[in-house]
Nanobody, 115 residues
Framework: QVQLVESGGGLVQAGGSLRLSCAAS????????MGWYRQAPGKQRELVAA???????NYADSVKGRFTISRDNAKNTVYLQMNSLKPEDTAVYYC?????????WGQGTQVTVSS
């Protein structure tokens, strides 16, 4: 019923930029937060950035100062602006919506940063 649609992934050279988008649709009555996670090959999934309904943000130390999370509440959409990309940012990026009782996940979008 709740669907998260991601876009914006791709292949980029080191130092470049990408912007990821995630639009939520369906019967959404509670949104505690939305955020982005990533999972690199052979690694556990980790939180990249999150933003609460009140606008508070959290970032992984590894991306702080380079990535910016933002939202458009009217569209139930969250964005991740990624600048100064590094090869170690290469991963599958997943959109997450904390709906209170249930968590919802996007399909994942591949981000590959070449050296």
């Amino acid at each position: 019923q709740v669907q998260l649609v991601e876009s914006g992934g791709g292949l980029v050279q080191a130092g470049g930029s990408l912007r990821l988008s995630c639009a939520a649709s369906g019967s959404i009555f509670v949104i505690n937060s939305m955020g982005w996670y990533r999972q690199a090959p052979g690694k556990q999934r980790e939180l990249v950035a999150a933003i609460t309904s009140g606008g508070s943000t959290n970032y992984a130390d590894s991306v702080k100062g380079r990535f910016t999370i933002s939202r458009d509440n009217a569209k139930n959409t969250v964005y991740l602006q990624m600048n100064s990309l590094k090869p170690e940012d290469t991963a599958v990026y997943y959109c997450n919506l904390d709906g209170g009782i249930y968590d919802y996940w996007g399909q994942g979008t591949q981000v590959t940063v070449s050296s």
